[in-house]
């Protein structure tokens, strides 16, 4: 026992920074932007292990990106505060002039502190700031910078989280339900699982930069028609029942196009009495890992990473908040039920149909959005290799461009949940009002 109390004092002793002198090349050092990349992407695999729909993902990535911006801004002078840009964010706390600050290691306190409060498994956050908190003591920065750095982080993201509190998520968890009735127009549930609708109230959500959920409101969707033959309706219908007849070759590439952006976080397996589910990344985290992709291929510090993160995650969001308002004003039926109730009833879709409403398409919407964001922050014509789906089974595929590979993601909207015709590329990520360089 004495040994182990003399063992206690001397361990109780020891300082991350007292031992030695200050690194002199801390600055330097603290600004490697896989500490923001390494953050996002612990958020993103809680994301998948949580099971979180596309639009509750897009949120805490706007909220995450946000708060590591934020915390980063005033050690950044070409960049400018979000206060003031996005609907109802006040100034941010400001960091005590004259005093130094690591502001990578605010950002990334910061950014980790929102994904924390924002998921439900804790536990695997808490882990990932241990080893993120061990990686910047290696840094070995003085250690009245490393806790002052660490308190404005915390500062940054309890102002966040005070905004994000208003926003009206919280009062949309008590909303009712999405009533179902029998008219052949309308959205029901579909097989394997027949789930209830994801957020039918998620138009309530406060938006970033669109001034309403209505901003963009895209034309009606074709009407519903599948008693006349000649009607476009039908013939759309028709086209997604044999949109896989077709020469072997094109056919193996749709299909490869479809799987590697089908994005879906939860898909369930029934097979025999027994049925387990697999977990994928949310069409919205497929682009924040692009986003990671690209800022690595262009070699984007720190600062110009955590921009492009903000602008993606922002575009994401709106798009959502635009694309679910559609959703649920036309509720349109799904092809997979058309087909069934009017067509064939052993017809079954290449991909499992999610559930919420048709039109218009989520992927099309939040693609279209993304591309342009990150366009504004890397430019056109910026060639890649989309390594994301990887982990999830799915080969790579290149890309010359964001665009490019929007109207990609939007072809498999024809062939597993095609009605959505028309593509929605929201674009407020350019309105000329919101600029993040003086």
């Not at 908040?321 to 559609?326: F, L």
């Not at 398409?361 to 990887?390: K, M, P, R």
């Amino acid at each position: 026992m004495k040994n182990l109390f003399y063992a206690l004092l001397m361990l109780s002793g020891i300082s991350f920074f007292g031992c030695q002198s200050a690194n002199p090349n801390w600055k330097t050092d603290a600004e490697n932007p896989d500490f923001l990349h390494n953050t996002m992407q612990a958020i993103t695999d809680v994301i998948v292990h949580d099971i979180f729909s596309p639009p509750v993902a897009s949120r805490i990535y706007s909220y995450s990106s946000i708060a590591a911006y934020e915390a980063m801004v005033p050690g950044n002078p070409g960049y400018q505060s979000l206060a003031g840009q996005l609907t109802g964010l006040e100034a941010v706390p400001q960091p005590e002039a004259g005093k130094d600050y690591c502001y990578p290691l605010a950002g990334a306190k910061a950014m980790v502190v929102i994904g924390k409060k924002l998921i439900f498994s804790e536990e695997k956050i808490d882990a990932y700031e241990v080893k993120m908190m061990a990686d910047f003591q290696k840094i070995n920065m003085p250690e009245d910078v490393y806790q002052r750095s660490l308190a404005y982080g915390e500062a940054v993201a309890a102002h966040i989280l005070a905004w994000a509190d208003k926003d009206n998520y919280k009062q949309t968890r008590t909303f009712p339900k999405y009533t179902i009735n029998d008219e052949p127009k309308r959205w029901k549930p579909t097989p394997p699982d027949y789930m209830d609708a994801i957020e039918p109230h998620w138009n309530k959500i406060r938006p970033m930069v669109l001034d309403s959920a209505t901003q963009f409101k895209p034309v009606p969707p074709t009407p519903f028609n599948m008693t006349d033959k000649n009607s476009q309706f039908y013939k759309d219908a028709m086209q997604v029942y044999k949109v896989l007849d077709v020469p072997e070759e094109e056919k193996n590439e749709r299909i490869a196009i479809a799987q590697f952006w089908d994005c879906n976080p939860y898909v369930s397996h029934h097979k025999g009495h027994v049925m387990f589910a697999t977990k994928k990344i949310t069409p919205g985290g497929h682009w924040v890992g692009i986003t990671k992709t690209a800022c690595k291929k262009a070699k984007a510090d720190i600062m110009k990473s955590a921009q492009a993160y903000v602008m993606c995650s922002i575009s994401l969001i709106d798009g959502f908040i635009s694309c679910w308002d559609e959703k649920y004003r036309s509720e349109v039926i799904r092809p997979e039920t058309v087909i069934n109730t009017f067509i064939d009833p052993d017809w079954m879709p290449l991909l499992q149909t999610p559930p919420f409403p048709e039109y218009t398409s989520g992927h099309s919407v939040i693609t279209g959005a993304a591309s342009t964001a990150l366009t504004s922050v890397l430019g056109d014509n910026f060639a890649y290799t989309d390594s994301v789906e990887v982990a999830f089974g799915m080969p790579p595929r290149s890309f010359k461009s964001f665009y490019q590979a929007a109207e990609e993601c939007g072809e498999p909207t024809l062939w597993w949940h095609p009605l959505s015709a028309s593509v929605q590329c929201w674009r407020g990520t350019r309105q000329e009002g919101w600029r993040f360089r003086g």
